[in-house]
């Protein structure tokens, strides 16, 4: 007889409290590792912001550090190059570096003795400072930021009185010292402001939160910003950078103890080229109290999803058969209704009462890029772009007996990035139990609709402001609207033209005239241009152009109506016969001008050839009489000015004349310059000046004509040697510049010209009121030069010289081909 053995199986109960046990623990475990992965995580964040402050504030102190080394080594250029410091160009460029850079307090120049020599602060001119408090001073050449001065401007540290400051206000000095050719040295001092760093920083952190400081290489705190109990000065090396890290390492991080009591997340960055340290740092009790803000609302959710799970076994386990039966046919239906859902193009979506997603269909996983599983248990709002959030929770707010559908127009964010606008539409499920929902993206829709409503302003824009009268007319030939320039233009106000006939107040013939020029418009649909003869406003008549084009209608095929534009044009009909009239007045007088011009100027000739050969013969023959042959020697002088004033004249008939040419062939450049040169030494030796000449010793091919072009080089040097000082030095340069032209200039050390004449020295007859001191020169040289430039296709400019004295520029053109003839 077989006896079977009953198989013993778990209780289904058991089963369940047995499963949904070990998955409470495992949720429990879960939060405790997802609430400790956040709080590592905005450790982490907190961190990375204390870095990039550091970082931040230690590239600004750099940065501004560097710019007033910049400027304190303009100052010292200028001192080495043998101006003293009382000199306003000294005393000006560091009045402007002030201006330039806000962030400093004070500049000047002292000697060994601390005397000020020079400031930018009038009132601290002739000061005698305490040295000392500034620090030791850098070899000639070198900069040396100091520490920390107790002071507002340098005057507090006059010697006689120095004055009291405020606790915590004084100024970083940099140091920079400069040995002038007789060996003086004197120290250029910048004071850098240390409130005006912290300032940048307390602004760019604005976190009550965090608080920064700038110290010494050496530890000591030079400036912190509000919250930070220490005073300036105070020794700070007991901190981690100054204990494990510097100087092997120049940044970093850590947690501890910083500038403000309890712990603190810190990091700091040392300036790359100075010896000053940036600290920022995170309070961390606040952390973890940004923390738990942030992570509160998912750890309580977890806790209630814990609770919830072990209630739930709990409830199976008394309903496991009955709710197997209901399960299974919500399975059925849901699936019924996700094969549905997945064939609707627009997203549906499903919340809780409190807006978490619980279902979303395959359009949202399209639209997000994300998959559903991704979103479930996700606020609906995670969805949505910032701005949009407040009107999304509004749209999911719990309202008592409220079971309206609501909708409103949301932003989602996309997969690519983009903020696609959706018209989301809400039902409130019965008793209370959430949401349901669908989107229908309408981005293209109210991108378009802002489109139109933007081109309409802006065309109505563009008509209303339009200085030109201008109106529509539709094809009833009636007015639908004019701008304010037709109103001003007409005499007549908007709203009585508008809806009125065309061209009431016109005569028959007129008006028809203006309506065969519309049907003209509407047949070929391009635009029309002409000219007639309206009334204006003051009952003249005025000389206009009106030009018309057709509108588009909306079906696209016929016009809707016709833009007209008038342009008066009266006032320029009535210029162009003054104009033509003045031309040719003109030319009348410039003819008569250079014809007598040319006629005196021969007549001229005859005679001074006379006068200047009998006193070259009265020379010859004056012998041991030095009376006679002084005077036979002012005759000489007198007739040779007056013949080159006759030779100029002659050449600027010749140039108005058109009866010039330039006969251009290639050739060196460097030849007829260092001709003129040679032809220009014993007046330069006899003036007591230099002629530097630096050409390149490879040739200069340029395509010029020899004599004009030493005609040019002539009168510019010749100037140039003529209101040079005794024992200065004219420089002589040629270059090429980047469009291939070849470039000569003439750099004295005269008086320069003042920045208004610049350009009016090439004008005829015009000298500079600098050099018009009787000493020779009829203004036309510079104006005959510039006129043999053009005519080369070149250029003759003028600027001056830093320093002092007036730099000319001559520039030839990059020419290819044969000589030619080129006409003046």
């Known amino acids: 007889m077989t006896v079977s053995t009953p198989t013993t199986r778990l209780a289904p109960h058991r089963l369940v409290a047995a499963v949904g046990g070990l998955v409470g623990a495992l949720l429990l475990l879960a939060l405790v590792a997802l609430g400790w992965a956040e709080h590592q995580a905005n450790k982490e964040r907190v961190r990375d912001h204390t870095v990039l402050m550091a970082r931040v504030f230690a590239d600004h102190a750099t940065r501004s550090i560097d710019a007033a080394a910049l400027a304190a080594s303009t100052v010292d250029d200028m001192l080495g190059r043998g101006l003293q410091p009382e000199d306003p160009a000294v005393i000006g460029a560091m009045t402007q570096t002030l201006v330039n850079l806000p962030f400093l307090r004070g500049m000047a120049v002292i000697d060994g003795q601390g005397l000020v020599l020079s400031a930018a602060d009038p009132g601290e001119h002739g000061l005698v400072i305490d040295l000392e408090r500034l620090g030791p001073r850098p070899p000639p050449g070198q900069d040396r930021l100091g520490g920390f001065v107790a002071a507002r401007r340098l005057g507090d540290l006059h010697t006689a009185h120095a004055a009291p400051v405020a606790p915590g206000v004084g100024f970083l000095p940099l140091l920079s010292s400069v040995r002038q050719a007789d060996g003086r040295e004197m120290v250029v001092v910048a004071l850098v402001n240390l409130d005006a760093l912290l300032n940048f920083q307390q602004v760019t952190l604005d976190d009550e939160r965090m608080a920064s400081a700038l110290l010494t290489f050496e530890g000591r705190l030079l400036a912190a910003t509000r919250g930070v109990a220490r005073a300036s000065g105070e020794p700070l090396g007991s901190l981690a950078p100054f204990t494990r890290f510097l100087p092997s390492r120049e940044n970093g991080s850590w947690d501890g103890t910083g500038l403000r009591a309890g712990g603190q997340i810190a990091s700091f960055r040392v300036s790359r080229t100075w010896p000053v340290v940036a600290l920022v740092e995170f309070d961390e009790h606040e952390a973890r109290a940004q923390w738990w803000r942030d992570s509160r609302g998912r750890l309580l959710v977890g806790a209630g999803v814990l609770a919830a799970t072990f209630g739930m076994t709990l409830l199976a386990v008394r309903s496991l058969r009955a709710r197997a039966r209901v399960q299974e046919r919500i399975v059925r239906r849901e699936r019924e209704m996700g094969a549905t859902l997945a064939g609707l193009q627009e997203v549906v979506f499903r919340c809780d009462a409190d807006g978490i997603l619980i279902f979303v269909n395959p359009a949202w996983e399209r639209l997000t890029g994300q998959p559903a599983a991704g979103w479930t248990g996700r606020p609906f709002t995670d969805a949505v772009v910032a701005a949009d959030r407040v009107p999304a929770r509004r749209l999911l707010a ?108 016109l005569s028959p013939e007129e008006r028809r005239q203006h309506e065969q020029r519309d049907v003209l418009v509407y047949a070929t649909r391009e635009p029309l241009r002409y000219e007639a003869r309206v009334p204006h406003a003051d009952g003249t008549l005025r000389d206009v152009v009106i030009e018309k084009r057709a509108l588009p209608g909306a079906d696209g095929d016929e016009p809707a109506g016709i833009l007209a534009v008038i342009i008066d044009v009266t006032e320029f009909r009535e210029a162009e016969r003054a104009t033509r009239e003045a031309r040719d007045s003109a030319e009348d007088a410039s003819r008569a001008k250079s014809e007598f011009i040319a006629n005196i100027s021969h007549e001229l000739r005859t005679p001074l050839q006379s006068i200047i050969g009998f006193s070259e013969l009265g020379l010859r023959r004056s012998g041991e009489q030095a009376r006679l042959a002084a005077m036979f020697g002012d005759i000489h002088a007198s007739g040779q000015r007056m013949l080159a004033l006759v030779n100029d004249l002659l050449d600027v008939s010749r140039i108005e004349s058109s009866a010039g040419t330039l006969h251009l062939e290639r050739g060196d450049a460097r030849t007829p ?43 510019v040097v010749a100037n140039a040697i003529r209101f040079s000082p005794e024992g200065s030095r004219i420089d002589i340069e040629s270059d090429v510049t980047p469009a291939g032209e070849w470039l000569l200039t003439v750099a004295d050390r005269g008086p320069g010209i003042p920045e208004d004449e610049l350009e009016g020295i090439f004008e005829a007859f015009v000298q500079s009121s600098r050099t018009k001191d009787g000493s020779g020169g009829t203004g036309l040289g510079l104006a005959i030069s510039r006129t043999i430039m053009q005519a080369h296709g070149g250029r003759i400019t003028a600027r001056n010289r830093k320093g002092g004295g007036s730099v000319f520029e001559i520039v030839l053109p990059a020419r290819s081909g044969d000589t030619a003839p080129a006409s003046l």
Request: hydrophobic share 40%; proline share 7%; aromatic share 4%.
């Open 673 to 715: 310059v260092r001709e003129v040169l040679r032809e220009l030494q014993p007046l330069a030796a006899k003036r007591g000046v230099a002629l530097v000449e630096s050409l390149p010793d490879t040739p200069m091919t340029a395509k010029l004509d020899p004599l004009r072009f030493q005609q040019v080089v002539r009168n």
């Open 398 to 505: 719990p309202v008592p007996k409220d079971d309206a559908v609501r909708r409103a127009a949301l932003a989602l964010r996309a997969a690519d990035g983009r903020a696609l606008t959706h018209e989301c539409t809400v039902t409130p499920l019965a008793g209370g139990h959430g949401f349901v929902g669908s989107a229908v993206d309408i981005t293209e829709r109210t991108e378009s609709r802002r489109r139109l409503q933007s081109q309409l302003a802006f065309t109505e824009m563009l008509l209303e402001s339009s200085p030109l009268p201008m109106s529509v007319v539709g094809r009833d030939r009636r007015y639908r609207t004019v701008n304010r320039a037709w109103e001003a233009f007409s005499g007549r106000r908007r709203e009585d033209a508008i809806g009125g006939p065309v061209g009431a107040h």
